[in-house]
């Protein structure tokens, strides 16, 4: 079959879940992934046919998609920052707004020449770590995690990326001392609570590791709390604190982090207008 013609196929069969444009954007990350063609490769060659055995892949992943299955989790693979990680349903698929959260902590510390040792908290994917080594190059990098399956996905993303990362396995509730001193702290912890998984989207709800995701409502703020906690005893003078945050609990993790004694702290919005980072340090 001419893949043009499949094409047209495919976004009907998914309109009853997705807008045209989002089956669309799904179409062309298959056809890279198996195919290795991009939009304008197939803009000219519109004669490009599919063998029957790739006919099987692509409605294979149709009736995955139909499940309303990741798409990262279906290929195994996603971008984040520029470089290309492994994802499976053992860990969160990166998303957009923790680029912003490296990029921020990237453009704070790209000018320091002096050496500078980051932890992260709470890695999953890895994605946060590995493009913070990759992009920061002179920094000594660490990462924590709780779940084991989780951390052997991010060694393979840091082998995948060319990176060196020291990975962690650690219940960072049940730790009372880092045992090291950074000069960067940064955590991207679970902060939906339970009362706003209706507005969780099925194909996060229903795929993605809720280890991950949720916190009681009774204690949104608790890993904020403890990795803030920590954070007073293991950074380095003036070193720095980054979060990404519940939109809903911007005011109430500022008044945490005052409470504790951080100073220089910044809320800041993301790309869609919502309450998502905090910077601050400590003194």
């Known amino acids: ?14 309109s009853s879940i997705n807008d045209e444009m989002e089956a669309e954007s799904f179409f062309y990350l298959i056809l890279e992934h198996f195919h290795q063609l991009k939009r304008i490769d197939l803009a000219i060659n519109p004669d490009f046919e599919i063998s029957e055995s790739d006919m099987v892949r692509w409605e294979n992943i149709l009736a995955e998609l139909k499940t309303q299955k990741p798409i990262q989790y279906i290929l195994g693979e996603t971008e984040f920052y520029g470089l290309k990680f492994m994802v499976d349903g053992n860990v969160l698929i990166p998303r957009p707004e923790t680029e912003e959260l490296v990029d921020l902590i990237v453009s704070s510390f790209k000018s320091q020449t002096s050496k500078l040792r980051i932890l ?14 990759k992009n920061l190059p002179n920094a000594e990098v660490f990462a924590i995690d709780v779940s084991e399956n989780a951390l052997e996905i991010a060694k ?3 082998k995948l990326n060319g990176v060196e990362v020291n990975f962690i396995l650690k219940n960072i509730l049940e730790t009372n001392d880092l045992e090291q001193q950074f000069d960067v702290i940064v955590s991207n912890p679970p902060y939906v609570r339970m009362l706003e998984k209706e507005e969780i989207k099925p194909n996060v709800l229903e795929f993605e590791p ?14 904020y709390r403890k990795i803030a906690q920590l954070a007073k005893k293991n950074l380095t003078e003036n070193g720095s604190l980054f979060f990404e945050i519940n ?8 008044e945490l982090l005052e409470n504790l004694g951080f100073k220089n702290i ?18």
């Open 1 to 14: 079959m001419l893949l043009k013609k499949y094409k047209s196929n495919f976004i009907k069969e998914l």
């Open 120 to 133: 992260d908290i709470g890695t999953g994917s890895g994605c946060i770590p590995i493009s913070l080594k």
């Open 156 to 158: 393979k993303n840091a």
């Open 210 to 223: 809720h280890l991950a995701l949720f916190v009681e409502d009774n204690d949104a703020l608790l890993f």
């Open 247 to 254: 939109q809903y609990l911007g005011k109430e993790t500022v």
């Open 266 to 283: 910044l809320l800041l919005k993301d790309i869609y207008g919502n309450d998502r980072m905090i910077s601050c340090v400590i003194n």
